[in-house]
């Protein structure tokens, strides 16, 4: 008999996007799953909808919790599992029909920790797969994963394309009030997970919402993604030095993300944290420069950003328009 898989699916205010959500799971060729939805204290019809699939489908279990935000509802959701493997589905994606079992049979092939499959990027307008390659497939350590996770495109950075055995899972959880929850998912993830399989061909669809968190304008929260990206850069510099330029690579990434956020703003220049940010950028910008994990663009911008704020900002728009990539 199949093994059981937990499919936590976090919801908040979610009714345009939850339904495709939820068909695309109960809908996988894998079928002894549990599928959990977690209400995090919606205010739309997320709920009506959720409650109206729990009664169509019995592997589905819905649960009711106060609004405390998404790493919250995931952990709650995790508490409520029993599978022998977890995977988290956020409930604005969907997933194609293969994946759940493709994901559990690499693993089991390969006596796996976690399993990893590729991402499609989803827009209004277009649909393209994170790795342009779709037939990539190995297994690795640690330090491999580590190196692909940093450059993002081999290993995308979201928690929702792994497959994760319970007694790994079971050591982690995520970071209540913070954002880039994933990025600290997976800085814990590394400490207990020993050996992965990946394949790039792109089974989670990430759906991009103009409303959603990472398509706001900045907050000090988003300073998260700085302190994530350092506590991996420390870690590389005791533990593993061969991957500093990939480590550095994410860590200035992240002062980028941090920076094209602030720039949004007319007062971008009076945002408390603007100084170390830019500062930052300006003083590694001949690193920046000569490490080629940096499309061109975004090399060249860091020169830019150098002679002047203003040129850097012109840039930066002007290569969103043509380019949404992770780096």
Known sequence: MEEKISVIVPIYNVEKYLEKSVESII???YKNLEIILVNDGSTDRSLEISKEYEKKDMRIKVYEKINGGLSDARNFGFNKSSGDYIIFIDSDDYIETDMIKSLYTNM???DADVSVCGVYNVYSNKKTPQCEDKNIYFVCNKIKFLKEYFIGKLIPGTICNKLIKRE????ISFPVGKIYED???H???IKYAKKYVIT???Y??????ENSITTKPYSKKNM???EIYKKFYDYILQNEKTLINEAFFRLSYAHFTVLDKMLVSKDYKKIDEYKNVISFLKNNYIDIFRNKNFRITRRVSAIALKINVKLYRYLLIKDNSKNKGVN
């Open 187 to 189: 800085y814990d993830l």
């Open 108 to 110: 089991k092939k390969e």
């Open 224 to 226: 998260d993604c700085i």
């Open 27 to 29: 809908n996988q060729t």
């Open 204 to 209: 989670y669809n990430y759906f991009h919402r």
């Open 183 to 185: 990025a600290f998912y």
């Open 168 to 171: 790994i899972a079971s050591s």
């Open 200 to 202: 790039t061909k792109p």
